[in-house]
């Protein structure tokens, strides 16, 4: 069995994919050919926002955003320790400090009755992540960050690209959207690709000028920018995708859910995380809560299991494939730990010593999950 597996997939849409790339070889232009306005007007569309731009990557996405905002040296800005390295590192980047905020034991996303306890004169943006497919608070956050004068929000949605929230989808329910199309995203490219999603007129402007070195007219440089342009090959293969992307994030759900049917049905003790569990030793098998209001793409499905390590060397034994989204809060990397007191995020801690993500993705068949539980049963 494979953690992923993205060649049945390309298998599906090999016509259309060979179609695509051999078009773009055949115009030849490589950079800024006319596959990135097809994929940003397909995309803006479907998430039912005004503006798409496509970048070099999810980080990007975001290092523009912030770029766009004006963030820098002395400026804070809210995020979640429980997440891949990249939300925190743009804020780096720029000179400004993250202030980090933990996370809900439910979901593992930022926990919202926590923000507003955090935010100084110097907050200049919150940055929540809708981690593993699922989107954060975000109606909680807004209202937050309109009573403190309309602070910007930024979602981290490199995971939850086509999750719905509240009848809008991710990329779509905040200031600026940022997304992945990293291969194994529930959008992926074959190569490193992002985008970032905005109503915001004079943002898209600003961010479309940062992505090609701060240029508003040919060699004349408006502002400082990066190399942040995403490939025409790259928007190419994401356009070839895209007939079969909502079938696919109908299966995610689905996937998604079945996971968690026969996990509580077929582990003896498995059920729901509740917030009491966490801070005391881990009993048995727990998965997070999908919350009613929203989908999840599942661009991971994960789980919480007590001796992790012995339950992961248990199922490579059995042949299960796994892997640890993520074993180290940002708040406890060397780079990262002298910006926040090592006990101040106990909920990321505790999850991070527990999490474990199993096989998922659109083309994983019910009887791979039937062996997945089978030897976790067995591994625990
Ligand atoms: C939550 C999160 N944020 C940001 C990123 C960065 O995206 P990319 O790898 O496209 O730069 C990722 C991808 O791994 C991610 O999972």
Redesign the pocket.
């Known amino acids: 069995m494979q953690f992923i597996d993205l060649k049945t997939q390309q298998a599906a849409i090999k016509i259309e994919l060979d179609r695509r790339i051999a078009n773009v070889l055949a115009h030849g232009q490589y950079i800024m050919g006319p596959e990135i306005a097809e994929l940003e007007g397909t995309l803006a569309a479907y998430v039912g926002v005004r503006h798409c731009v496509t970048v070099a990557?999810?980080?990007?996405a975001?290092l523009i955003a912030l770029m766009a905002l004006g963030i820098g040296p002395g400026d804070e800005i809210i995020t979640t320790p429980f997440?891949?390295v990249?939300?925190a590192e743009v804020v780096v980047l720029l000179g400004a400090k993250p202030v980090f905020v933990d996370v809900d034991p439910h979901t593992a996303n930022i926990n919202a009755t926590l923000i507003e306890a955090k935010i100084s004169p110097r907050t200049k943006a919150i940055m929540p992540?809708s981690?593993y497919g699922q989107v954060a608070d975000m109606a909680e956050i807004n209202a937050i960050a309109a009573r403190h004068g309309n602070i910007p929000v930024i979602e981290?949605a490199?995971?939850s690209f086509g999750a719905v929230y509240k009848g809008k989808k991710s990329c779509g329910v905040s200031t600026i959207g940022c997304t992945?199309?990293?291969p194994s995203?529930p959008l992926g490219s074959y190569g490193?690709?992002?985008a970032l999603f905005t109503d915001d007129d004079d943002i898209s402007q600003a961010t479309r000028e940062i992505r090609v070195h701060g240029q508003s007219k040919r060699y004349i440089h408006t502002r400082v920018g990066v190399g942040g342009r995403m490939d025409t090959l790259g928007c190419a293969i994401v356009l070839a995708k895209w007939p079969r992307f909502e079938w696919e994030v109908a299966q995610r759900e689905a996937i998604g859910a079945r996971y968690t049917e026969m996990l509580h049905t077929q582990v003896l003790g498995a059920r729901a995380l509740s917030a009491d569990e966490v801070s005391k030793p881990l009993s048995g098998l727990r998965t997070l809560t999908l919350l009613p209001d929203r989908t999840n793409v599942y661009a991971q499905y994960t789980i919480l299991v007590p001796n992790r390590e012995r339950v992961r060397a248990n199922l490579q034994n059995a042949g299960i494939p796994t892997a640890v989204h993520y074993p180290v809060p940002v708040t406890l990397q060397p780079a990262y730990q002298h910006l926040c007191c090592a006990d101040c995020t106990p909920v990321a801690n505790w999850l991070a010593q527990h999490v474990i993500s199993l096989p998922m993705g659109p083309d994983l068949v019910a009887q791979d999950q039937k062996e997945v539980t089978k030897a976790l049963l067995e591994a625990l």
């Open positions: 990557s999810g980080t990007e975001m997440t891949f990249a939300t992540v981690l981290d490199a995971q992945s199309f990293y995203k490193d690709g992002g």
